[in-house]
C-alpha cells in the first residue's frame, strides 16, 4: 500500500515541510497569529518581502574606479608602487591600493577621473610592464566586500533598521546593492554619495618665505584660509596628521561640549597613531600652549587642526591648552584621547558616522546605476492585489478545467495540485529567505500555467480507456511523463540563462519558475499520476 | 469545450501547403513590421526606460493630465515633452521621461502638491548593458531549447517545426508589441522567455503522439489537439485574467498585466502554429519524407 502510494506520501511529506517553513515561529510570527488572522499577507507568515511588495528605496551602483591584474612586481614591489602610482596620477595614496600574491600585483586606482591610459602609462613609468588593455573598468571583489562593510556600518550607525546592503552582478559587472525599507530615496541617496573619507591636516603658521619640503599641498576647494595663497596672509603649512579613519580606535556619540556649547565627537585614537600624531604636534609647535589661535578661514595663520571631508574642510579649531600640555609631556600618547568639533549638531552627526563606519574606498558612481522608491502603502497595497491577480488566476483555471472535464474527481485533484505547488514553492521562498518581489509572483502565475498544462497532459493520457490493471497505468504515466520531462526540461533551458546572467530584477522570475518546474516534475505532478489511479481504478 | 469543436477540422480537406500557407504569411507579415519599426525606429521594438534609461513616477494628484505635463516639462532637466499616462483611479499618473534626476524631477512633483508614490529610475549606461543581457539571455534560451529539441527528436523536419513555431511564437507577439504600443521591459522579456517554455510544451506533446507511438497520423493528431488545446486554452484563460485584473484600469501592476498580454498573444498564435504550421509540416514528414 505504502510503496504503491509513495509518490503521495512525498508530496504530502513536502507539503507539511513547506507548512513548518512558512508558519514556523521563526522570523515573521506564528501558528497563533496565523490562526488568529488568516490572512496570508499581513505578514503572519516567515515570507520576506522586497521592495516591490513592502516600500522603500533602493540604490545600486558601481565604483568608480579601474584595476590593473597580473602586474609582475616580484616579491618586494608593493609598497613602492602605491606611492608611485599615487604621484603620477596626483591622486592621494589611499586612492591607490595593491594587493599582491605570488609576485604579481593587483593594482587598483579608487577615483573616476583617472583614464585607462594614464593608468597604465603611470604603471609603466614605475617600472612596470602594463599595457592600456590590462587595465579593466571596475574594481575587485575585495574592494566591493569593504564597500559593503563599510555601507552597512553607515546606515546602521545613522539610525535606519532593516537596510542591507549587497553585491550584485550583472554581465561581468559588479554594483553595490543598498536596500532601506521607509526611506525616502534623497535622503538614503545622501547617505551613501559621498565616500566620507575624513582626514586631519595640522595647519600652521611658518617662519621666513621658504615653504619646507615637509609642507603639502592646500586643502580643500576653498583654499581661502591659507594665507600665503593670495599673498596677504602669513605664510603657512599644511601637513597631515592622522590621514584616515583607521587612526580612531574609538568614536563616541555626539555630545555638547560644557564650556563651548558646540557639538563635539569624543575620539581616542589607536596605539599606533598617537605616537606619529603626538610627534608631529610637537614638531610643528602644537605643544605650547600659547599657540593656541586658529587663523584658518578667519585671515590665515595660526596653529589649526583641520577636519578635511572628502577634501574639504568641515570644520578648523586650534588645540586647546590642557591638549597641548599633554602633547608636549607625551601623556597623550597613553591616553590619546581628545574631541573633534563640528559647526552644528547634524554636522557632528554625519561627521561621528563617517568615523565610526570608516570610508568607503572608492566612490559610488550614482549615474551609472539605478534608483527606487516606492512608498510603502502603494507597496502594501501591490502586495494584497497581487495576491488576488493570483486567486483570480487559479479561478480562472479552475473554470476552464470544469468546463473541460466535467468531472470533480479529476478536476478538484488537478487544483489541489497545483496550489499545493505553489505552496510548496512559497516554503522554499520563506526557507532561503528570498525577498518576494512582483517578479517573483509573475513567476508563481507561470508555474500555475505550466503545472496545471501538465496535469492535463497526465489526466488525458491516463483517461484515454479504462485503466484496469497497474500495468496499463504505469505504461501511460511512462509516457505522460516524457512529455511533461521534455517540457519541463525546455523551460529549464529556456530560464536559466536569466538565472545565471542575473538580469538584475528578472533573476527572482527565472528562479523561481526553474524551482517550481522541478517541484513540479519531481514531486506534485507523479502524485496527481497516483491520485487519479486511486480514484479511477480499484487499486 | 466550444473552442474545440471550432478546431475540430478535417485535415484531410487541406493540403500541406495550404495548412502552412496562413501561419507562414502572419509569420512574414511580423518581421516586415518588426522590419519597418527598425527602418523608422532604429530598433525592431521599442525599448522602455528600463533599457534606454530614464525615470519613471509615479504620483497622485487632483491634477489634470496637462497640468501634469506641464509642471515637468518647465524643469531644465527635462528634454523634450514628458509622456504622461493616466491610471485606474483617475487621481494616479505615471510620468516616464529621460531625464535621470530624480531629485529634480521627485522635488518638482512634491512642490507641487503631488503625492509621489514610486520612482523608477536607471542610468542610461545600466539601461543598455540590461539590454544587452536582454537579448543575449533570448536568444541563448532559444537556441539552448533548439539544441533540446534535436536530442529529443533525433530527427531534422520534426524538430525544426517545432522551432519554427517557437520563432514565430516570440516574433508575432513582438510585431503586436509595436502594434499596440506596449514597450519592451523586462517584464515583457521575461513573457517572451516563458513564451519559450510554453510554446514548445503542445508542440512537444503532438510530435510525441505522432512519431513515438502506434496509430493513425489523424487519430494522434486528434488526440494530441484535444490535450493540447486544453492545455493552451487554460493558460491562455489565466494569463488573459491576470491582465485585465492587474491592468491599470483595474488594479495597476504594470509588471503582471504586461507579461499577461504578451503571453495570452504567444499562446493565441501558438495554437495557430501547433496545429497548422506544425502539423502540416509532420504530416508532409510522416506521409512523404520519411518516405523518400
Not at chain 1, 587642526?305 to 574639504?312: P, W
Not at chain 2, 475540430?8 to 480537406?13: E, F, G, I, N, S
Amino acid at each position: 500500500m505504502i510503496r504503491e502510494n509513495w509518490r503521495i506520501g512525498l508530496l504530502v511529506i513536502f507539503v507539511l515541510a513547506a507548512a513548518v517553513a512558512l508558519f514556523a515561529p521563526g522570523l515573521g510570527g506564528g501558528v497563533a497569529a496565523n490562526a488568529t488572522n488568516g490572512n496570508v499577507t499581513t505578514g503572519p507568515t516567515n515570507l520576506q518581502y522586497g521592495l516591490d511588495l513592502s516600500g522603500g528605496s533602493q540604490i545600486r551602483a558601481p565604483l568608480s574606479g579601474l584595476t590593473a591584474e597580473g602586474v609582475d612586481v616580484g616579491p618586494q614591489g608593493g609598497n613602492n608602487l602605491t606611492g608611485q602610482v599615487a604621484s603620477e596620477l596626483n591622486v592621494s595614496t589611499t586612492d591607490v591600493r595593491v594587493r599582491t600574491g605570488n609576485g604579481s600585483a593587483t593594482v587598483e586606482v579608487y577615483s573616476g577621473n583617472v583614464s585607462q591610459r594614464a593608468f597604465a602609462s603611470a604603471l609603466q613609468s614605475a617600472g612596470y610592464d602594463v599595457q592600456q588593455g590590462d587595465v579593466s573598468d571596475g574594481l575587485t571583489k575585495q574592494t566591493y566586500d569593504t564597500a559593503v562593510e563599510v555601507l552597512s556600518n553607515k546606515i546602521s550607525e545613522s539610525g535606519l533598521s532593516g537596510g542591507s546592503v549587497q553585491t550584485v552582478s550583472s554581465g561581468g559587472e559588479r554594483y553595490v546593492s543598498i536596500e532601506v525599507p521607509n526611506q525616502n530615496r534623497s535622503e538614503l541617496r545622501e547617505l551613501v554619495a559621498d565616500q566620507g573619507q575624513v582626514k586631519t591636516v595640522a595647519y600652521f603658521t611658518i617662519e621666513g618665505n621658504r615653504t619646507p619640503s615637509y609642507c603639502e599641498g592646500p586643502v580643500g576647494t576653498n583654499a581661502s584660509g591659507n594665507g600665503s595663497a593670495n599673498g596677504t596672509g602669513p605664510t603657512t603649512c599644511n601637513v597631515t596628521a592622522l590621514p584616515s579613519q583607521q587612526s580612531f580606535q574609538d568614536v563616541r556619540p555626539v555630545r555638547q561640549d560644557q564650556q563651548t556649547g558646540e557639538p563635539v565627537v569624543p575620539v581616542t585614537l589607536t596605539e599606533e597613531a598617537a605616537k606619529p600624531f603626538t610627534e608631529k604636534m610637537q614638531r610643528f609647535g602644537f605643544d605650547d600652549p600659547a599657540n593656541r589661535t586658529c587663523g584658518y578661514g578667519r585671515g590665515g595663520g595660526g596653529h589649526c587642526l583641520l577636519t578635511v571631508r572628502d577634501g574639504e574642510v568641515v570644520y578648523s579649531a586650534g588645540v586647546d591648552p590642557d591638549l597641548a600640555r599633554g602633547f608636549a609631556s607625551g601623556e597623550f600618547v597613553d591616553d590619546p584621547v581628545y574631541q573633534t568639533s563640528a559647526q552644528n549638531a547634524s554636522q557632528a552627526q554625519g561627521l561621528q558616522v563617517d568615523l565610526q563606519a570608516g570610508a568607503l574606498p572608492a566612490p559610488l558612481n550614482l549615474q551609472e546605476g539605478t534608483s527606487q522608491y516606492i512608498l510603502p502603502s502603494v507597496a502594501q497595497r501591490f502586495k494584497g492585489l497581487s495576491l488576488v491577480t493570483g486567486l483570480v488566476a487559479v479561478l480562472a483555471v479552475s473554470v476552464a478545467i470544469f468546463v473541460r472535464y466535467r468531472e470533480p474527481r479529476v478536476a478538484v485533484p488537478m487544483l489541489l495540485t497545483g496550489l499545493s505547488e505553489v505552496f510548496i514553492l512559497l516554503g522554499f521562498a520563506a526557507t532561503i529567505g528570498l525577498p518576494l518581489d512582483l517578479s517573483h509572483i509573475a513567476g508563481f502565475i507561470a508555474v500555475i500555467g505550466t503545472g496545471v498544462d501538465d496535469l492535463v497532459i497526465i489526466a488525458d493520457e491516463i483517461l484515454q480507456s479504462d485503466v484496469s490493471t497497474g500495468r496499463v497505468f504505469k505504461s501511460r504515466f511512462r509516457r505522460a511523463f516524457w512529455v511533461i520531462g521534455a517540457a519541463a526540461a525546455t523551460t529549464v533551458i529556456a530560464m536559466s540563462p536569466l538565472a545565471l546572467l542575473s538580469l538584475g530584477d528578472l533573476r527572482g522570475f527565472a528562479i523561481i519558475t526553474i524551482v517550481g518546474v522541478l517541484i513540479g516534475v519531481l514531486i506534485t505532478r507523479p502524485a496527481y499520476g497516483n491520485v487519479l489511479r486511486r480514484l479511477l481504478t480499484d487499486n | 469545450m466550444a473552442a474545440l469543436d471550432v478546431l475540430a477540422v478535417d485535415y484531410t480537406d487541406y493540403t500541406d501547403r495550404q495548412l502552412a500557407a496562413i501561419p507562414l504569411v502572419v509569420l512574414v507579415l511580423a518581421l516586415a513590421v518588426l522590419g519597418g519599426w527598425f527602418l523608422m525606429t532604429g530598433a525592431p521594438v521599442t525599448p522602455g526606460i528600463e533599457f534606454t534609461g530614464g525615470t519613471e513616477l509615479q504620483v497622485t494628484t487632483g491634477a489634470g493630465q496637462a497640468q501634469i505635463q506641464d509642471t515637468f516639462a518647465a524643469l531644465p532637466a527635462v528634454d523634450g515633452q514628458p509622456t504622461v499616462t493616466p491610471t485606474a483611479g483617475g487621481n494616479t499618473f505615471i510620468v516616464t521621461t529621460q531625464s535621470t534626476d530624480t531629485d529634480a524631477l521627485t522635488s518638482a512633483a512634491e512642490s507641487a502638491g503631488y503625492t509621489v508614490e514610486s520612482v523608477q529610475e536607471t542610468s542610461a549606461s545600466f539601461g543598455s548593458d540590461v539590454q544587452q543581457l536582454g537579448v543575449l539571455g533570448l536568444a541563448a534560451a532559444f537556441v539552448g531549447m533548439a539544441l533540446l529539441v534535436f536530442v529529443l527528436f533525433r530527427s531534422f523536419v520534426p524538430s525544426i517545426a517545432v522551432i519554427l513555431s517557437a520563432f514565430s511564437d516570440i516574433v508575432v507577439p513582438l510585431a503586436l508589441m509595436n502594434l499596440f504600443g506596449i514597450e519592451l521591459s523586462l517584464g515583457t522579456v521575461a513573457a517572451l522567455l516563458m513564451l519559450i517554455g510554453y510554446s514548445v510544451d503542445s508542440d512537444i506533446l503532438l510530435n510525441n503522439h505522432v512519431l513515438k507511438r502506434r496509430g493513425d497520423f489523424y487519430e494522434s493528431t486528434y488526440r494530441a489537439r484535444r490535450t493540447g488545446v486544453t492545455m493552451t486554452l487554460t493558460s491562455i484563460s489565466a494569463m488573459a485574467v491576470m491582465a485585465i485584473v492587474a491592468s491599470k484600469f483595474v488594479f495597476n501592476i504594470p509588471l503582471l498585466s504586461q507579461v499577461g498580454l504578451v503571453l495570452v498573444m504567444g499562446l493565441a498564435v501558438d495554437l495557430m502554429n501547433t496545429y497548422l504550421l506544425n502539423v502540416s509540416l509532420l504530416r508532409w514528414y510522416k506521409f512523404e519524407g520519411i518516405a523518400r
